[in-house]
């Protein structure tokens, strides 16, 4: 079955990095868009950035454009997010996501999800 499956979560402080993996399996990977969201505490989910497959572009929400990298690596199914510069509004829970065709790219179509993992900025 699809799994999707998210890493690298946990505590920084403002200012400081974190990068994220999604280990992904059950479906094509190389042909597949790809996305971070995230849900902030008590707030609905927020849609990060998306990359198409390889060759493709790379968007991102306007909250995180200059600090934060999306990223594939084909060949052993993984996403990654890189943050950088983080600030305390990036506190989150952050999820992986498929795009279900690319006609739905960036922020469409999300039909498989992990369960997400954790990030907590805070001094």
């Known amino acids: 079955e699809v799994q999707l499956v998210e890493s690298g979560g946990g505590l920084v402080q403002p200012g400081g990095s974190l990068r994220l993996s999604c280990l992904a399996s059950?479906?094509?990977?190389?042909?597949?868009?790809l996305s971070w969201v995230r849900q902030a505490p008590g707030k609905g989910l927020e849609w990060v950035s998306a990359?198409?497959?390889?060759?493709?572009?790379?968007k991102y929400a306007d909250s995180v454009k200059g600090r934060f990298t999306i990223s594939r690596d084909d060949a052993n199914n993984t996403l990654y997010l890189q943050m950088n510069s983080l600030k305390p509004e990036d506190t989150a829970v952050y999820y992986c996501?498929?795009?279900?065709?690319?006609?739905?790219?960036?922020?469409?179509?999300?039909?498989?999800w992990g369960k997400g993992t954790l990030v907590t900025v805070s001094s």
């Open positions: 996501a498929k795009l279900r065709s690319a006609l739905t790219y960036p922020v469409g179509g999300l039909n498989y």
């Open positions: 059950g479906f094509s990977f190389s042909s597949s868009a």
């Open positions: 990359i198409k497959t390889v060759g493709g572009s790379a």
